[in-house]
């Protein structure tokens, strides 16, 4: 029993050190207002987005 208390201890510690890395490594360090869905998510570099690393008429290009 006491070493399930600690275990619990040790889970939860873990937990919000792994919610304050999320929040470092998507640039919230000292912000209280509300968090929008899918703003902790990191953006893949390597997927397409327009206006940042595709071009503008990617969809009116005839060789695509």
Known sequence: L??????DQLR?????????????RAGRT???SAMSPGEL????PACPYPG???PEN?????LK
Do not use: G
Not at 2 to 7: A, E, G, K, L
Not at 41 to 44: G, I, L, S
Not at 58 to 62: A, E, G, H, T, Y
């Open 2 to 7: 006491y070493f399930q208390s600690i275990y």
């Open 12 to 24: 939860e510690a873990v937990r919000q050190y792994r919610v304050l890395l999320m929040h470092l």
């Open 30 to 32: 000292r912000t209280n």
């Open 41 to 44: 998510c990191v953006q893949c």
């Open 52 to 54: 940042i690393n595709i």
């Open 58 to 62: 990617w969809d009116k290009d005839p």
